[in-house]
């Protein structure tokens, strides 16, 4: 609804107060975006000249400067109708990028098919979205951690897993850390109420803790 029923107009639609949260984050992500989704040119009878990613130019409007052109095309025009009988209907080219743009022209071959979409990441192309690839692709690549291998581990439960790794990191709630927040809460352990509450005490020297770690050792005869 918001876009109208064509893609192309992704590209223009503005983030607007009558739109939901998650439609207007989706709107301010379209720099982002745009160099993923690739138009494949057919019949070129959808493709918006300007706005849609169908050369290797990006937006045509950025490239052109489309706000000060001269061209005297239309801002919702088709590549389509550029086109009449197999013919560029293009003005004679008056900088160095419409020189590029019409050289580009002369190597597109149009079909009967219709104009689609593709995802295009880092140069491989897909009809199919994979939200780990985005992912991988959005993300800075990061070396692997010391502890990467006993947090993910393949038949852990997803939440216990989480859990540990923030463990690891020192970031779960505990009472020296929401003192750091701001909030007027005591610093004592809650358990054993003989030492202030940190991450190290409650998993290495917190006295409660240690007599349940015994009571599972029991139970379960473990020994390491």
């Given at each position: 609804m918001i876009l109208k029923g064509s893609l192309a107009n992704y590209w223009t639609t503005k983030p607007s107060s009558s739109f939901s949260w998650l439609a207007n984050k989706l709107l301010k992500l379209k720099e982002t975006v745009f160099p993923l989704i690739k138009l494949q040119l057919q019949n070129d009878h959808s493709a918006c000249f300007w706005f849609d990613n169908w050369t290797p130019f990006g937006s045509l409007y950025s490239f052109?400067?489309?706000?000060?052109?001269?061209?005297?095309?239309?801002?919702?025009?088709?590549?389509g109708s550029l086109v009449t009988?197999?013919?560029?209907?293009?003005?004679?080219?008056?900088?160095?990028?419409?020189?590029q743009l019409?050289?580009?022209?002369?190597?597109?071959?149009?079909?009967?098919?219709?104009?689609?979409?593709?995802?295009?990441i880092n140069g491989t192309k897909s009809s199919r979205?994979?939200?780990?690839?985005?992912?991988?692709?959005?993300?800075?690549?990061?070396?692997?951690?010391?502890w990467e291998g006993v947090v993910w581990t393949k038949r852990g439960i997803t939440r216990h897993n989480f859990h540990i790794r923030l463990v690891v990191q020192d970031r779960i709630p505990t009472r020296d850390r929401l003192i750091r927040w701001g909030l007027q809460v005591s610093s004592v352990c809650l358990l054993c109420n003989a030492a202030d509450e940190l991450r190290d005490h409650l998993f290495q020297e917190c006295?409660?803790?240690?007599?349940?770690?015994?009571?599972?050792?029991?139970?379960?005869d473990y020994n390491h």
């Amino acid at each position: 609804m918001i876009l109208k029923g064509s893609l192309a107009n992704y590209w223009t639609t503005k983030p607007s107060s009558s739109f939901s949260w998650l439609a207007n984050k989706l709107l301010k992500l379209k720099e982002t975006v745009f160099p993923l989704i690739k138009l494949q040119l057919q019949n070129d009878h959808s493709a918006c000249f300007w706005f849609d990613n169908w050369t290797p130019f990006g937006s045509l409007y950025s490239f052109l400067n489309g706000s000060t052109s001269c061209l005297g095309i239309p801002l919702k025009a088709t590549v389509g109708s550029l086109v009449t009988n197999s013919i560029w209907s293009l003005p004679p080219a008056r900088s160095d990028e419409q020189l590029q743009l019409q050289t580009f022209l002369t190597t597109v071959q149009l079909t009967e098919g219709e104009d689609h979409y593709d995802w295009e990441i880092n140069g491989t192309k897909s009809s199919r979205f994979q939200t780990w690839k985005i992912y991988t692709y959005l993300r800075p690549e990061l070396a692997k951690v010391r502890w990467e291998g006993v947090v993910w581990t393949k038949r852990g439960i997803t939440r216990h897993n989480f859990h540990i790794r923030l463990v690891v990191q020192d970031r779960i709630p505990t009472r020296d850390r929401l003192i750091r927040w701001g909030l007027q809460v005591s610093s004592v352990c809650l358990l054993c109420n003989a030492a202030d509450e940190l991450r190290d005490h409650l998993f290495q020297e917190c006295s409660f803790i240690f007599d349940v770690w015994a009571l599972l050792q029991d139970d379960s005869d473990y020994n390491h």
